[in-house]
Nanobody, 121 residues
Framework: QVQLVESGGGLVQPGGSLRLSCAASGSIFSINAMAWYRQAPGKQRELVGVIISGGRTNYADSVKGRFTISRDTAKNTVYLQMNSLKPEDTAVYYC???????????????WGQGTQVTVSS
């Protein structure tokens, strides 16, 4: 059993910043990757960025140079630093992690509850 708990969403003005956090807890053996997705009204859910084992990151073109994913492995936590926010960044942001549970032979996907980010003046 794994739970992903997100925090840090809210309302910000264009050009502002937010830092989202996602902490995984449970019977975790290892975390292969952690990612952030978002879903805006009327749009499909899209991958924002991912950090994989070893610390490599990848980002959607729309957020490159503005968003940064980092992790605290000791806390099983991933962060999304969001700078230079635009109204089009408004969405529900979801944390995702591929986690191998203790005693499991392979990893499984887990999702956070989602946190609303609204960028508006």
């Amino acid at each position: 059993q794994v739970q992903l708990v997100e925090s840090g969403g809210g309302l910000v003005q264009p050009g502002g910043s937010l830092r989202l956090s996602c902490a995984a807890s449970g019977s975790i053996f290892s975390i292969n990757a952690m990612a952030w997705y978002r879903q805006a009204p009327g749009k499909q859910r899209e991958l924002v960025g991912v950090i994989i084992s070893g610390g490599r990151t990848n980002y959607a073109d729309s957020v490159k140079g503005r968003f940064t994913i980092s992790r605290d492995t000791a806390k099983n936590t991933v962060y999304l630093q969001m700078n230079s926010l635009k109204p089009e960044d408004t969405a529900v942001y979801y944390c995702n992690a591929q986690i191998k549970l203790i005693g499991a032979t392979d990893g499984s996907d887990f999702w956070g509850q989602g946190t609303q980010v609204t960028v508006s003046s």
